[in-house]
């Protein structure tokens, strides 16, 4: 079955510093892929997504492009910020499936 | 107003009690999910619905029943809790269109504690 996997963390970057989470899936068909962010004490939200290949996707300073011939949508940002850390859910969908999630990283921004 | 609602928002409760969840939307979308997280294993899906006559089981589904009971409700039933199952529990929604690409929209979750 479809599948996610990515970076397990905690990952702790100094304000500023360039972030990346990686990302990778598994998949038959040809799914849209999603990055969810979870603050502290929130649910989920979405924070990018790309729908087919190459597309990518942005929000709030950060990117992630759909690659189907690495099968990975890894996230990426600039220069992190205190007010990014949070933990960051890599997910993809078939249209009649629910999301498949992969297990989270949590990123710490340190000032 | 949020557009998911989750009820209640925090709650404590002892081995062997019945416990019922509540999700709540207001974006009129036909799918609603049932979701548990714990920590360092991700979100795992207990139970989803494509519509109001349409319940299936997720990845770990036993001990949980669920009851949709319009498209904008779907209830979550632990009926007799037992301590493993104290979690983060949250419902979502999505709807299948051109733009949305099933995309799903979550709740505040609901922090469960079984003694």
């Known amino acids: 079955g479809d599948s996610v996997t990515q970076m397990e963390g905690p990952v702790t970057l100094s304000e500023e510093a360039f972030l990346t989470i990686n990302c990778t899936y598994t998949a038959t068909g040809y799914p849209s892929l999603f990055w969810y962010v979870q603050y502290p004490g929130e649910g989920l939200q979405l924070l990018l997504k790309a729908t087919k290949a190459d597309d990518k996707g942005s929000n709030k300073g950060f990117e992630a492009t759909y690659r189907k011939e690495t099968t990975s949508f890894h996230l990426e940002k600039g220069s992190v910020q205190v007010s990014d850390s949070a933990v960051y859910f890599c997910a993809l969908s078939d249209p009649n499936t629910p999301l498949v999630f992969g297990k989270g990283t949590r990123l710490s921004v340190i000032a | 107003d949020a557009d998911v609602t989750q009820t209640p928002r925090n709650r404590i409760t002892k081995t062997g009690k019945r416990i019922m969840l509540e999700c709540s939307q207001t974006k009129g979308h036909d799918r609603m999910y049932w979701y548990r997280q714990d920590p360092g294993l991700g979100l795992r899906l207990i139970y989803y619905s494509f519509d109001v006559k349409d319940i299936n089981k997720g990845e770990i589904s036993d001990g949980y029943s669920v009851s949709r009971q319009a498209q904008a409700k779907f209830s979550l039933s632990l009926e007799s809790a037992i301590p493993n199952q104290t979690a983060l529990y949250f419902c979502?929604?999505?709807?299948?269109?051109?733009?949305?690409?099933?995309?799903?929209?979550f709740g505040p979750g609901t922090r469960l504690t079984v003694l």
């Open positions: 979502a929604t999505s709807d299948l269109t051109a733009s949305s690409y099933n995309e799903q929209f």
